[in-house]
């Protein structure tokens, strides 16, 4: 079987180290064993999306020397694909129509979890408006018609699902067409991923989305969940806490293909560490 990996960055700001850090991950697995690696861009956050950034992202990956199979896909030309998952989970009575704010969600809530705070069920069982709604998925329903699964992590080996830990997460809404859940989900299905490279923050959402895969009968890919570049006091790198964008070093006139070597070898700048870009965690 070919492999298959992909880096999936969202233009919602310029790339910094630990999106080059990420994507050489991807980029060299797939090249390490002689398979493949696609570039996805995840552009369906509305009010946080800027598509000028675009060919910013596409110059700096072409100058840390990382070349990518096939064309770009945009999630933004993907969202057919999105609303039919959605109507088929609809369909299948695992979806309801939510008209909370963010701020009662908050307000309401007695659990925090991987996304933030736990959805109490406010909406579920009522009869609420579609207009304008959020969809959310009916999480006891939705693990019991899947039954127990499990997944692979290459780094940290078989994990029992445990997407309940998120409570009925939002998978369509009215201001993205789709959650990052279902589309990353689709998306990786879709691009015949086999082999799924993503920062350690991001390790929890498999649960979501190995479940979502069942639900909708996606093949199953393998996952790699690598450290992220992280500062001095544990905090995932952010353009806004510092960190230079690669665009900046970039016009700078500094080499990108020997900076992607030093972080190949894991040289990194003063300050800078792997670390797991999980608050309280290691
Ligand atoms: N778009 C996500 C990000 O930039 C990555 C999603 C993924 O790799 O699954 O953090």
Known sequence: MTIRTR??????????????????????LARER??????????????????????????????????????????????????????????????????CTRAEVLAAATEFGPDGPVYPGTCRGRDVSTEGAAWRLDMAKATALAGPL???????GVQQASPELFGDVVLLRKEAPASYHLAATLDDAAQGITLVTRGADLFASTHVHVLLGRLLQL??????????????????????????????????GEDGRALADTLRERRFPAGLSLGSGVDGAP
């Open 7 to 28: 880096f999936a960055p969202s233009p919602n700001g310029s790339l910094h180290l630990g999106h080059a850090y990420a994507a050489l991950v991807a980029h060299d």
């Open 34 to 99: 002689g398979g493949e690696f696609l570039l996805r861009i995840e552009d369906i956050d509305g009010t946080r999306t800027r598509a000028d950034l675009v060919p910013e992202m596409l110059a700096d990956l072409a100058w840390l020397g990382l070349e990518w199979d096939g064309s770009v896909v945009f999630q933004s030309q993907r969202l057919e694909n999105y609303a039919a998952a959605g109507e088929r989970l609809k369909a299948m009575g695992l979806l309801y129509p939510c008209q």
């Open 150 to 156: 499990t997944w692979t992590d290459e780094l940290a």
């Open 219 to 252: 093949c199953a890919p393998l996952y790699h969940h690598h450290l992220l570049l992280v500062e001095a006091d544990g905090k995932k790198l952010a353009k806004r806490r510092g960190s230079p964008a690669l665009a900046q070093l970039r016009r700078a």
